[in-house]
């Protein structure tokens, strides 16, 4: 039989990871043995402290060519996103909350989106519809995700049914939540570590917005002095991705999760257009954002809305 390949997107988060392995077991209950998840990309400490922490492996990175191979995407649509060859490939289901864009299908499909904080709270929905059981394993993982995209339910991205899942998730996994969410948020923020290009890359997205080319990234943090400290080397690999000639803007975006505040820094052509889309004036490059901790829901729309 041939398998089904499961993915979220490139430069994964926890959600991208643990979804794809929730969707894997939803798939098997469902009567596909054939399906498996996998990774566009490296796991992040966040992700491993999740998944070691609930005993999970971590999905297979893809390697294979998906030219008519059966496929079902996972947080994310927009093919910029997804596998490089998924154009060619056979999209089974997408399962989403994020705006859908750059995405067609030759054939039929199923595709269930929801503007909810995360994609694992539509998996637990699935789940619950089809009165599923939910492993304390794939609760803990379905939990984590919610954590890690609702930045511990802070985030204007969640909402009371993302809330809801938790509160139960939290019985099913048999950890509370505030107190396993804080640690594996923490896992997740030390960027003393990492080099320049690790930092700028982890969790960075591409996005088509009018006429630029704008690659966001977002690191967490609990010190925002740890990032600006390295301020210099961070705009040096920004460059260099830059020349690269693929983006027009780049916009790494450093959270402070314990405050839920955000500083910006920015770089590439017309730079001053971001700075503007926030209201705020780029100083050396940076602006401190207030109450901004969603990409989504915070970053892109205003961006969008200047640059077009
Ligand atoms: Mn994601
Ligand atoms: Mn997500």
Same mark, same amino acid.
């Given at each position: 039989m041939a398998s089904t390949y499961i993915f979220g997107h490139k430069s994964p988060d926890t959600d991208a990871i643990n979804s794809a392995i929730i969707m894997a077991e939803f798939e098997r209950l469902n009567g596909n043995d054939s399906a498996k998840a996998y990774r566009l990309g490296e796991l992040?400490?966040?992700?491993?402290?999740?998944?070691?922490?609930?005993?999970?492996?971590?999905?297979?990175?893809?390697s294979d060519d998906l030219t008519d191979k059966d496929v079902i995407l996972v947080d994310h649509n927009e093919f910029q996103q997804s596998?490089?060859?998924?154009?060619?490939?056979?999209?089974?289901?997408?399962?989403?909350?994020?705006?859908?864009?750059?995405?067609?299908?030759?054939?039929?499909?199923?595709?269930?989106?929801?503007?909810l904080g995360c994609t694992a709270t539509i998996l637990y929905k699935?789940?619950?519809?089809?009165?599923?059981?939910?492993?304390?394993?794939?609760?803990?993982?379905?939990?984590?995700a919610i954590i890690s995209d609702s930045l511990l339910f802070k985030s204007p991205t969640c909402t009371e049914q993302d809330k809801a899942a938790a509160q139960a998730l939290e019985n099913l996994a048999g950890v509370n939540a505030q107190e @396993?969410?804080?640690?594996? !948020?923490? $896992?997740?923020?030390?960027?003393?570590?990492? #080099?320049?290009?690790?930092?700028?890359?982890?969790?960075?997205k591409t996005f088509e917005m009018g006429d630029?080319?704008?690659?966001?990234?977002q690191v967490n943090t609990v010190d925002v002095n740890e990032i600006l400290a390295r301020q210099a080397e961070l705009e040096q690999a920004i460059?260099?991705?830059?020349?690269?000639?693929? @983006?027009?803007?780049?916009? !790494?975006? $450093?959270?402070?999760?314990?405050?839920?505040? #955000?500083?910006?820094l920015v770089l590439g052509k017309d730079k001053d257009k971001?700075?503007?889309?926030?209201?705020?004036?780029?100083?050396?490059?940076?602006?401190?954002?207030?109450g901004v901790?969603?990409?989504k829901k915070q970053i892109v729309p205003p961006i969008t809305a200047a640059l077009s």
């Open positions: 992040n400490p966040e992700t491993q402290y999740a998944l070691d922490y609930f005993k999970a492996e971590a999905p297979e990175l893809l596998a490089d060859s998924i154009e060619s490939a056979n999209i089974l289901h997408v399962v989403d909350h994020h705006r859908i864009a750059n995405f067609h299908t030759a054939a039929p499909l199923y595709y269930r989106a929801e503007p699935m789940f619950k519809e089809k009165e599923f059981e939910i492993k304390p394993q794939i609760a803990g993982l379905m939990l984590s @396993y969410g804080l640690e594996m !948020l923490k $896992a997740g923020a030390s960027t003393v570590d990492k #080099s320049p290009v690790e930092i700028i890359n982890a969790d960075a630029y080319s704008v690659r966001i990234g460059t260099e991705t830059l020349s690269g000639a693929e @983006y027009d803007i780049f916009v !790494l975006v $450093a959270t402070d999760i314990l405050n839920s505040d #955000s500083t910006i971001i700075a503007k889309a926030f209201d705020v004036e780029l100083d050396n490059n940076t602006a401190f954002l207030p901790v969603s990409r």
